[in-house]
């Protein structure tokens, strides 16, 4: 079965925490790409990564990081000295034949 | 980047009315669009994946007569939710894919 689970369902933290978003995935492909995309109020996706399965290198783009670990099928998205404008639902995102399938996603609320 | 333009971002329409929901692609071209729908406070669900040209293929259980979707040319895709119910009420969000799925800001239909 294709699937992509997140656990944690809402996060609090107060600003300049880091704060790490948890995503694991299934899947039967050998090839596959994941997604983190970001969904603030205003209810558009702005897509935040997307990895390829044979690229298990970690990624940083300023404050955000990945961690994909193939080995456990985890691509978990860290926000380092988080910041209220983080405030968003995060999804992460599995891209199997052709469609995407997202997570139920993270609440993560930022306070000051 | 890749700009999708999502048109209306907000629609009240009467029980029985029929609503139409514009989905276009403003800088490149895209053979494929797909339109999700989000519950308040949960994941986005695939209703249907849109080719240019051809007919649309519906997820399970995604009624192809109430959700008529149209992709006559490679920058617009339209659904139009056919006589509405309040059931019908919902975030509706396209994407269209490039290198990744690009999304427009929704579109939040409310059936009164």
């Known amino acids: 079965a294709q699937k992509v689970t997140q656990a944690q369902t809402e996060i609090s933290v107060v600003e300049k925490e880091d704060v790490t978003l948890d995503c694991v995935y299934e899947t039967r492909d050998t090839t596959y790409y994941l997604f983190w995309y970001k969904q603030p109020p205003s209810g558009e996706l702005v897509f935040l990564i997307r990895?390829?399965?044979?690229?298990?290198q970690n990624e940083i783009s300023g404050r955000y990081s990945w961690n994909f670990q193939k080995s456990t099928s985890s691509f978990n998205f860290t926000i380092t000295a988080s910041q209220v404008v983080d405030s968003a639902v995060y999804f992460c995102a599995l891209a199997s034949q052709g469609k995407l399938i997202f997570g139920t996603g993270t609440r993560l609320q930022v306070f000051p | 980047g890749a700009v999708v333009s999502q048109h209306p971002s907000r629609v009240i329409c009467k029980s029985g009315t029929s609503v139409k929901i514009e989905c276009r692609s403003l800088?490149?071209?895209?053979?494929?669009m797909f339109w999700y729908r989000q519950f308040p406070k949960q994941s986005l669900m695939l209703m249907a994946t849109s080719n240019e040209g051809s007919k649309a293929t519906y997820e399970q259980g995604v009624e192809k007569d109430k959700f008529l979707i149209n992709h006559a040319s490679l920058t617009l895709s339209t659904l139009t939710v056919t006589s509405a119910h309040p059931e019908d009420s919902s975030f509706y969000i396209c994407s269209a894919r490039r290198t990744g799925d690009f999304f427009g800001q929704g579109t939040r239909l409310t059936v009164v």
């Open positions: 990895r390829n399965s044979f690229d298990e």
């Open positions: 800088d490149f071209q895209a053979t494929t």
